[in-house]
């Protein structure tokens, strides 16, 4: 089993900065990849950013340039450092790590961290 503790979500200001992480423990040898989801209010979740096990990473078109996802392999922790903040981007963030065990994908999540940023 694998489990994904989030921190680091609050209230901003727009244009502020957050660094959200996220400590993974457990069954983690099998990392595939990692990654940051969000749902807004009334919103679907939806992908943010994505990290790969040979640190490759991938964005979202509306955060590119503004958020960056690392992962620190000695803590087992993840990142996003999110910067120019919009309203937009108010919703909870989830970490995602998925797993690959006998060509079997398996996906696990954080309980999330709420974001706010007002206007």
């Known amino acids: 089993q694998v489990q994904l503790v989030e921190s680091g979500g609050g209230l901003v200001q727009t244009g502020g900065s957050l660094r959200l992480s996220c400590a993974a423990s457990?069954?983690?040898?099998?990392?595939?990849?990692m990654g940051w989801y969000r749902q807004g209010p009334g919103k679907q979740r939806e992908l943010v950013a994505t990290?790969?096990?040979?640190?490759?990473?991938n964005y979202v078109d509306s955060v590119k340039g503004r958020f960056t996802i690392s992962r620190d392999n000695a803590k087992n922790t993840m990142y996003l450092e999110m910067t120019s903040l919009k309203p937009e981007d108010t919703a909870v963030y989830y970490c995602n790590l998925r797993t690959l065990v006998h060509t079997v994908f398996y996906d696990y999540w954080g309980q999330g961290t709420p974001v706010t940023v007002s206007s």
């Open positions: 990290i790969t096990r040979g640190g490759a990473a």
């Open positions: 457990g069954s983690i040898f099998s990392m595939y990849a």
